[in-house]
Structures are given as C-alpha cells and as structure tokens.
C-alpha cells in the first residue's frame, strides 16, 4: 500500500512520509533512499533525515568504513508513525478519490 501523495494534510515536511515510506521495507543506505525519490535535492534529503532522527522517527547507523556507510531505518515510534499514514491513505482513497 503506497500513498504518499493523497494525504488530506502533511505529516512533517514534504518528504517526511516518502521517508517513512521507502524504509518501511528496512534499512536503507542515503544513495537507495534518494533512488526511490527522484524530486529530492541532497541537501533537502539529508535535513529531513535530520529531523526525522531528532524527533526519534529515524536512526541512523554511521560505519568506520573507508568509504564511509550510513544507514538508516525506522524506529519503533517511525513504525508507529507509519501505521497512521496507513490510515490516512486509506481514509483520502475512501473520501477524495473520485471512482
């Protein structure tokens, strides 16, 4: 079930329920999380990444590696978070899409 873009009101910034949603499957590296969300700068991608971490949505994984790996996947509280954008993807397909 992918909904992001049918939502009656937004749930953090623009990208936070593409977020939500391209890790709703596991953990992800920054390079895939962008792959599955193409209108995304960078910059913009990594302050929502920032932020959802900082609200507890989002962890990140940093690796001593050479070159340098992050992952990031959801939290509990993000798995939670997501089950509402569930409701309200099923609430707008039942209220605002015209059959």
């Not at 920054?30 to 609200?55: C, H, I, Q, S, Y």
């Not at 690796?63 to 978070?81: D, H």
């Amino acid at each position: 079930m992918k909904c992001t873009h049918d939502l009656p009101y937004q749930i953090g910034d623009k990208w936070t329920a593409h977020v939500l949603r391209a890790l709703q499957d596991g953990r992800r590296r920054f390079t895939g999380l962008r792959a599955t969300m193409p209108g995304v700068t960078p910059k913009v991608l990594a302050e929502t990444l920032r932020a959802m971490e900082r609200e507890g949505t989002v962890s990140r994984e940093a690796f001593a590696e050479n070159p340098p790996r992050v992952e990031y996947e959801l939290t509990e509280q993000g798995r939670r978070v997501l089950g509402l954008l569930d409701l309200c993807c099923d609430w707008a397909r039942e209220n605002l899409v015209e059959t």
